[in-house]
Nanobody
Framework: QVQLVESGGGLVQAGGSLRLSCAASGGTFSRYAMGWFRQAPGKEREFVAGIDWSGSWTYYSDSVKGRFTISKDNAKDTVYLQMNSLKPEDTAVYYC?????????????????WGQGTQVTVSS
């Protein structure tokens, strides 16, 4: 069973940056594709960014493309989300997820394991 623990969330002003981390344990991290999702109050969980098992291929939602960067360190069993030029509409709980299929998926149901989430709040 894979456990995922997110960290790095917090309160930041618009235009600022945050780096989220997601540490994995209990499984073969290098074999999984990883994704970041977010959920704002009253809204559905939405895909933010994904990376394949090797870390070679990434995919982003249109709303974060050019501002966020996902990366994967298989030696540290950790996936990161660097978030720059943050906007108030980026405010949400951010979740990381692991997919045993190795390829990036954008739907939450494709992922097998989830972290508990970390709050990101962007003030205007």
């Amino acid at each position: 069973q894979v456990q995922l623990v997110e960290s790095g969330g917090g309160l930041v002003q618009a235009g600022g940056s945050l780096r989220l981390s997601c540490a994995a344990s209990g499984g073969t991290f290098s074999r999984y594709a990883m994704g970041w999702f977010r959920q704002a109050p009253g809204k559905e969980r939405e895909f933010v960014a994904g990376i394949d098992w090797s870390g070679s291929w990434t995919y982003y939602s249109d709303s974060v493309k050019g501002r966020f960067t996902i990366s994967k360190d298989n030696a540290k069993d950790t996936v990161y989300l660097q978030m720059n030029s943050l906007k108030p509409e980026d405010t949400a709980v951010y979740y990381c997820a692991a997919d045993r299929s190795r390829v990036v998926a954008t739907t939450p149901t494709a992922y097998d394991y989830w972290g508990q989430g970390t709050q990101v709040t962007v003030s205007s």
